[in-house]
């Protein structure tokens, strides 16, 4: 049974910072790509960034210059650091992960959310 456990979510002022991370636990092969999507209250969810198995980055324009996507392997965690944040990034932050499983399948797994909440 693969698990992905979030933390680091909270109430901040705009200008201020935080860090997400997601940890994935279980029996699996390998994990591809990782990624952070995000839903406010009355929208969809979208997408954040990614980052691949090789490290290459992208990032939504809402975002970008003001979060960074990280991962360590060897703890098969990713990160999202955000710096600069407004208002309007104020949403429940949800990680993803591409996981292989041991039948070498790949298949998509959620974290549970954690909630961000940037005061003005």
């Known amino acids: 049974q693969v698990q992905l456990v979030e933390s680091g979510g909270g109430l901040v002022q705009a200008g201020g910072s935080l860090r997400l991370s997601c940890a994935v636990s279980?029996?699996?092969?390998?994990?591809?790509?990782m990624g952070w999507y995000r839903q406010a209250p009355g929208k969809q969810r979208e997408w954040v960034a990614i980052i691949t198995s090789v490290e290459y980055r992208n990032y939504a324009d809402s975002v970008k210059g003001r979060f960074t996507i990280s991962r360590d392997n060897a703890k098969n965690t990713v990160y999202l650091q955000m710096n600069s944040l407004k208002p309007e990034d104020t949403a429940v932050y949800y990680c993803?992960?591409?996981?292989?499983?041991?039948?070498?399948?790949?298949?998509?797994?959620w974290g549970q959310g954690t909630q961000v909440t940037v005061s003005s």
């Open positions: 993803n992960a591409k996981v292989v499983t041991l039948e070498r399948r790949t298949t998509d797994y």
């Open positions: 279980g029996m699996f092969a390998s994990i591809n790509a």
